[in-house]
Every structure is written in structure tokens, then in C-alpha cells.
């Protein structure tokens, strides 16, 4: 996948030199023949959780465009400095006000975030262990689902992988 123009530099943020694309370390990337800096562009890492209530699937509801009003489950955007299992457990709290314990790694996708930048999403299974359900933060709602009855449209192919391979584990 070819970045975008509108994420790679033109510009130098150290010199303000004007950025060249040069082969470094086997790919071509902007480089400052001026100072040196080079960018690497990466995928975006987020982190999130998959919770169970009852048999039920715990969904949010997106508050914000790309795909607002369709269905993803608690996930967000690492920050910087963070480890994915703190991502997890501070998205959770801020999207479905539950306090969570993380219990082992589910799923790690690939995707991209509309309409044109990459991600990687790691899935955590998780339990509540305090808090009350509340929709916050991003998230415009938040509840419990069964698998065969979702709320409506799951936003994003890395969070429709999770469920169908959900539901291929729930089935007899
Ligand atoms: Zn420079």
C-alpha cells in the first residue's frame, strides 16, 4: 500500500528543507538531503477488548465519522508511550465505563482506517471487575449483544473477522 500524499512530509519538520523519496533500508521513503531525517511511515497500533456479559458480546457505537453510528467493539488508538494491555483497559473504561482485567491475547488484525490509513488492532479477551456501564468518551452507546443479533453495522473488517470468528467458536 502506497501512502497517501496528505501523510507523507513535503516539508522537514527539523529544517523545513523540501523532503526527496529516496531507497533507504529497501524501501522508498522521504528523506531531508538537507539534515538527514528520514520518514517512517508505520500502521497505526490500537488496542481493545472483546467481553463477554451473559453469552453476549459487549459492541460500541461510533459517536464520530469515519463510519459513525455503526458498531466496533472497545478499541482506540495507543498512545504515545503506552502498552497495548493499558490501551485495552483505558479504552474500555472511557468508551463502556467497565473496569476490566485482561485475560489473554484473542486476535491481532490488520485493516485500514477509512479512507486511507493503516492499523493494527490487537483483540484482548477481558472480564469486568468493576465500574457501570456507560457509554463515553467516542462511543455514543454501548451494550451487550448476541452474536446472531448484532445492533447494527460493524464498522471495520478487522472487527468483522473477530466476530465471525466468534461466532465459528460459538457454534455446536
Ligand atoms: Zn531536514
Not at 141 to 165: M, T, Y
Amino acid at each position: 500500500m502506497i501512502p497517501s500524499e496528505r501523510h507523507v512530509w513535503r516539508w522537514c519538520p527539523q529544517c523545513r528543507a523540501e523532503m526527496t523519496q529516496r531507497r533507504d533500508g529497501g524501501e522508498e521513503r522521504p528523506v531531508c538531503l538537507s539534515c538527514g531525517v528520514v520518514q517512517y511511515l508505520n500502521p497505526a497500533p490500537a488496542a481493545g477488548i472483546v467481553l463477554f456479559r451473559d453469552g453476549r458480546v459487549c459492541l460500541v457505537k461510533r459517536r464520530f465519522a469515519p463510519k459513525q453510528g455503526e458498531w466496533t467493539f472497545p478499541t482506540g488508538f495507543m498512545e504515545w508511550g503506552e502498552a497495548p494491555a493499558e490501551t485495552a483497559q483505558r479504552e474500555a473504561l472511557e468508551e463502556t465505563g467497565l473496569e476490566v482485567a485482561l485475560t489473554g491475547l484473542y486476535a491481532v488484525e490488520s485493516g485500514v482506517l477509512p479512507p486511507d490509513t493503516p492499523v493494527v488492532v490487537i483483540f484482548y479477551t477481558a472480564e469486568e471487575t468493576g465500574g457501570r456501564l456507560e457509554a463515553g468518551d467516542d462511543a455514543e452507546e454501548v451494550g451487550f449483544f448476541p452474536l446472531d443479533a448484532l445492533p447494527g453495522p460493524i464498522a471495520f473488517a478487522a472487527h468483522r473477522r473477530v466476530l465471525e470468528q466468534l461466532r465459528a467458536e460459538a457454534a455446536p
